[in-house]
């Protein structure tokens, strides 16, 4: 099969704090702070900057080289930082590389963020159109395929209605329609599916699998494992923005991935002392940690004898009218997602109260539900059915939790137990 993608050398750099903001205004503005020996307002939060206007250079990739040729799935994997979207990003022309070189034969269909190219006073019919032509169909291929890009986005009853009203993830179903239905050469996508319900999720995987099938290449950013297992032909590894390791045994990389620890790239807990990161209008995260009843922080390993419980504490500094939603993510080692929970699971009655000024909620893990193992937990949260504040599997708050011990009270069955999870279920006669 020909090489359709020929990646060589490729370097970039990130200068933060830097002038040239895209703005006249802040660029004079972070002058004339400078000028007092005051602190640049456009400077990026956590960002040491120093006066000569350079500001700090980060190296996103480093000398990355790579192949891919007709037909090939090629799921690119690693932590949060290890350069994945970066590289998608240079390849679809989004950013410039600082050196190297892209060679590209064929025409590029991409979905790197949700609703990329929606216009959100736009209906949705109105933006299939416009996002169509930013993706380089014509009118005449946009209108043969349009029935069928609507079928498979499932959003056909909204589909005159004002974007800006779609939810997340209706959002990203109309936007991978669109893309996948280019008839393009490669297909780049970067872990938008984490938005999609099961159903979605497995229809994307399907039409992926048979683009791919019809000797069309794909480029699979995800931080699901089983998903890049059914669906890649070969892996890469990035590591600190460069190639650690390229398989064509992807079962083989992602246990190469997963025995590193790449995937555990937090500890125990998640703090944010000065409540500067992760800021947006409404929730400002302080803490998000797996405790005791009393907020006592747990020692891991945690024993699977005891309940465990997920606190955040957070700083909240606007209400809005639609409900914030908060709560938290629970994947497997592997990337397999458990389950996700919100404060509002219950019965509003039962909601725990969300004010503006300091909060602290939690939720209970029951003792005995999880298998001995390694699990990651994130932060999920947003303006419910509006807006995501923390969005599954991508860079959110997060932290490890290790559970030993504790596999069950029964005399006969004193050994680790097959599943992800292994609760203790109570058993009746019939009477």
Same mark, same amino acid.
């Given at each position: 099969?020909?090489?359709?993608?020929?990646?060589?050398?490729?370097?970039?750099?990130?200068?933060?704090?830097?002038?040239?903001?895209?703005?006249?205004?802040?660029d004079?503005?972070?002058?004339?702070?400078?000028?007092?020996?005051?602190?640049?307002?456009n400077?990026?939060?956590?960002?040491?900057?120093?006066?000569?206007?350079?500001?700090?250079?980060?190296?996103?990739?480093?000398?990355?080289?790579?192949?891919?040729?007709?037909?090939?799935?090629?799921?690119?994997?690693?932590?949060?930082?290890?350069?994945?979207?970066?590289?998608?990003?240079?390849?679809?022309?989004?950013?410039?590389?600082?050196?190297?070189?892209?060679?590209?034969?064929?025409?590029?269909?991409s979905?790197?963020?949700?609703?990329?190219?929606?216009?959100?006073?736009?209906?949705?019919?109105?933006?299939?159109?416009?996002?169509?032509a930013?993706?380089?169909?014509?009118?005449?291929?946009?209108?043969?395929?349009?029935?069928?890009?609507?079928?498979?986005?499932?959003?056909?009853?909204?589909i005159?209605?004002?974007v800006?009203?779609?939810?997340?993830?209706?959002?990203?179903?109309?936007?991978? %329609?669109?893309? !996948?239905?280019?008839? #393009?050469?490669? *297909?780049? &996508?970067?872990?938008? /599916?984490?938005?999609? =319900?099961?159903?979605?999720?497995?229809?994307?995987?399907?039409?992926?699998?048979?683009?791919?099938?019809?000797?069309?290449?794909?480029?699979?950013?995800?931080?699901?494992?089983?998903?890049?297992?059914?669906?890649?032909t070969?892996?890469?590894?990035?590591?600190?923005?460069?190639?650690?390791?390229?398989?064509?045994?992807?079962?083989?990389?992602?246990?190469?991935?997963?025995?590193?620890?790449?995937?555990?790239?937090?500890?125990?807990?998640?703090?944010?002392?000065?409540?500067k990161?992760?800021?947006?209008?409404?929730?400002?995260?302080?803490?998000?940690?797996?405790?005791?009843?009393?907020?006592?922080?747990?020692?891991?390993?945690?024993?699977?004898?005891?309940?465990?419980?997920?606190?955040?504490? %957070?700083?909240? !500094?606007?209400?809005? #009218?639609?409900? *914030?939603? &908060?709560?938290?993510? /629970?994947?497997?080692? =592997?990337?397999?997602?458990?389950?996700?929970?919100?404060?509002?699971?219950?019965?509003p009655?039962?909601?725990?109260?969300?004010?503006?000024?300091?909060?602290?909620?939690?939720?209970?893990?029951?003792?005995?539900f999880?298998?001995?193992?390694?699990?990651?937990?994130?932060?999920?949260?947003?303006?419910?059915?509006?807006?995501?504040?923390?969005?599954?599997?991508?860079?959110?708050?997060a932290?490890?939790?290790?559970?030993?011990?504790?596999?069950?009270?029964s005399?006969?069955?004193?050994?680790?137990?097959?599943?992800?999870?292994?609760?203790?279920?109570?058993?009746?006669?019939?009477?």
């Amino acid at each position: 099969m020909s090489v359709v993608l020929k990646i060589e050398n490729l370097w970039k750099e990130y200068r933060l704090g830097v002038f040239g903001q895209g703005m006249l205004f802040r660029d004079v503005q972070s002058w004339w702070a400078r000028a007092r020996g005051r602190e640049d307002p456009n400077t990026p939060v956590g960002t040491a900057v120093g006066n000569n206007g350079r500001g700090d250079r980060v190296w996103a990739l480093r000398d990355v080289s790579l192949e891919v040729r007709e037909g090939e799935v090629l799921g690119i994997i690693g932590r949060n930082g290890a350069g994945k979207s970066t590289l998608l990003k240079i390849v679809t022309k989004v950013t410039a590389p600082t050196r190297g070189t892209v060679k590209i034969r064929g025409r590029v269909a991409s979905l790197l963020e949700v609703g990329t190219g929606f216009h959100p006073e736009l209906t949705g019919r109105e933006n299939v159109f416009l996002n169509g032509a930013i993706l380089g169909m014509t009118v005449k291929e946009i209108k043969r395929k349009f029935d069928e890009i609507v079928d498979f986005s499932g959003v056909e009853q909204y589909i005159d209605t004002p974007v800006k009203r779609y939810s997340s993830g209706m959002h990203v179903r109309l936007a991978f %329609a669109v893309a !996948a239905h280019l008839e #393009s050469e490669i *297909l780049l &996508v970067d872990e938008v /599916l984490a938005v999609g =319900d099961a159903e979605f999720q497995k229809k994307c995987l399907g039409k992926m699998r048979s683009v791919a099938e019809h000797g069309r290449t794909v480029l699979f950013v995800s931080h699901n494992m089983n998903a890049v297992r059914r669906l890649c032909t070969a892996g890469v590894l990035l590591e600190g923005g460069t190639v650690r390791e390229r398989s064509e045994e992807v079962e083989s990389l992602v246990k190469s991935y997963l025995q590193a620890g790449v995937n555990s790239d937090v500890g125990c807990s998640w703090v944010n002392p000065h409540g500067k990161l992760f800021q947006n209008r409404w929730f400002h995260p302080l803490a998000f940690y797996a405790g005791d009843r009393d907020g006592s922080p747990v020692q891991m390993p945690a024993s699977n004898d005891r309940d465990i419980w997920i606190h955040v504490k %957070a700083s909240i !500094a606007e209400i809005s #009218s639609t409900e *914030l939603t &908060v709560g938290y993510a /629970l994947y497997s080692e =592997d990337g397999t997602l458990l389950y996700w929970t919100y404060q509002i699971d219950e019965h509003p009655k039962l909601w725990p109260r969300l004010e503006i000024g300091d909060c602290h909620i939690m939720s209970r893990i029951p003792r005995r539900f999880l298998n001995q193992g390694t699990y990651r937990v994130e932060l999920v949260g947003g303006l419910h059915r509006v807006l995501w504040l923390f969005q599954p599997g991508t860079s959110v708050p997060a932290f490890t939790l290790s559970i030993e011990g504790g596999l069950s009270d029964s005399p006969l069955w004193n050994h680790p137990r097959p599943g992800i999870i292994s609760p203790v279920m109570r058993w009746y006669n019939d009477k």
